[in-house]
């Protein structure tokens, strides 16, 4: 059974419904529909979410607030004074932006300041340094004798390993090939 | 004396002029509370609490700022934390209040065409009831949005403020919350969704 509903809000229940309405338009029917059974029927089968605005203000017995304002009071001059009041600067949108350009600048001071009064200085910076280069035994150990003889090997002599070289093939195709025998190396 | 002298006067330590405002502003705090705790005597509690709550920090409300939007937004905290503390003894004491077969009986008050205080009184309560139950199913920020805006019939940018959030925001929370309620109203509470029932 369609509802009778007001004049003047009719055309616009069907926009209400569906979102459609400007927020203005919209505000006004939803105020209406909260004050008007009629009109809220109306849109109930299409939106049953209209129910709720009954719940707009209902009226309140008239010693619903009796003894508030007396409790309220005895609670509050056993509180004191508001406080907070000097707290009301760091509210304010200028101290806010300055604090965040503040803040950052203040931590770098107290890290760099850190860094520099702690005991002992400055951390030292590393520096580069030529190591020697140590002083190479050549050594060879066996001498080739004729063509079909083996390759020459020679022992390098070093400070930490010994290093073995031999040559194999002849002519502009010599290929080297090294054998390092090193204690220090786990295998 | 207008409210920002109010507010000032407050911020000061004077308790007069504290009540005053108290007195302006109570009302909304309770609904708010109300609607969204869903008994009255815990709105009340709510309310004073809300107003102690303000008592204490007043003095660091900047003057001239949305004053209204601040106070809300203690009340919705109070009233959600207060939610989240009495749930389980909420949800016990709503079980108990509904009477066996109550989802296929006809709703009370207007549903026979007589109207009456007490018939009123009771539909109203009941619908209460109803929303205490299904807007548990919202989302916190659904709810709020939702009493907020279309039962506490504050606008979109009243409800952002309050919410910290942006317009498109709240009307998003709100068209969530209608299409929830719709959909569990026609499942659980047909009656109260045909013509004539309102």
């Not at chain 2, 002029?17 to 109570?26: C, D, P, T």
């Amino acid at each position: 059974m369609r509802q009778t509903s007001c004049p003047e809000v009719e055309p616009l229940l069907s926009s209400f419904v569906s979102g459609a309405l400007p927020e203005a338009a919209e505000r006004q029917v939803r105020d209406h529909l909260a004050g008007c059974a009629a009109c809220r029927a109306a849109v109930l089968e299409r939106d049953p979410s209209v129910l709720f605005l009954e719940l707009r203000r209902e009226p309140l017995p008239a010693d619903f607030w009796a003894g508030f304002q007396t409790r309220l009071r005895a609670r509050l001059e056993a509180e004191g004074r508001p406080r907070g009041s000097w707290l009301a600067w760091a509210s304010d949108p200028g101290f806010r932006r300055l604090a965040y350009v503040a803040a950052p600048l203040a931590m770098v001071l107290l890290i760099g300041t850190l860094i520099l009064v702690r005991p002992g200085g400055p951390v030292p910076v590393p520096v580069a340094e030529r190591m020697p280069v140590p002083a190479f035994d050549l050594k060879t150990l066996s001498a080739p004798s004729g063509p079909d003889a083996p390759p020459a090997l020679e022992e390098v002599g070093s400070p930490s390993a010994r290093v073995y070289r031999f040559t194999v093939g002849s002519g502009g195709d010599e290929t080297p090939i090294y054998f390092v025998v090193d204690s220090s190396i786990d295998i | 004396m207008d409210e920002q002298d109010l507010i000032r006067l407050a911020a000061a330590g004077d308790l007069e002029a504290f009540e005053r405002l108290v007195e302006r502003k109570r009302e909304r705090v309770f609904w708010i509370a109300c609607h969204i705790v869903g008994d009255r005597e815990l709105a009340r509690d709510v309310t004073q609490e809300v107003f102690l709550r303000l008592y204490r920090v007043i003095g660091r409300f900047r003057s001239g700022g949305p004053f209204d939007a601040w106070l809300h937004r203690i009340s919705t905290n109070l009233s959600i934390d207060l939610l989240r503390r009495e749930r389980p003894h909420r949800d016990t004491a709503a079980l108990e209040d509904i009477p066996e077969g109550s989802a296929d009986a006809p709703p009370p008050g207007r549903a026979g065409g007589q109207e009456s205080p007490a018939g009123d009184a009771l539909r109203r309560r009941e619908i209460r009831r109803i929303f205490a139950d299904l807007s548990s199913l919202l989302s916190r920020k659904q709810r709020l949005a939702f009493v907020l805006r279309e039962i506490e019939g504050l606008s979109t940018g009243e409800v952002a403020a309050i919410m910290q959030t942006r317009e498109s925001t709240v009307r998003n929370h709100v068209l969530q919350a209608r299409r929830i309620l719709q959909e569990e109203l026609r499942r659980r509470y047909p009656e109260y969704c045909r013509p004539g029932r309102t």
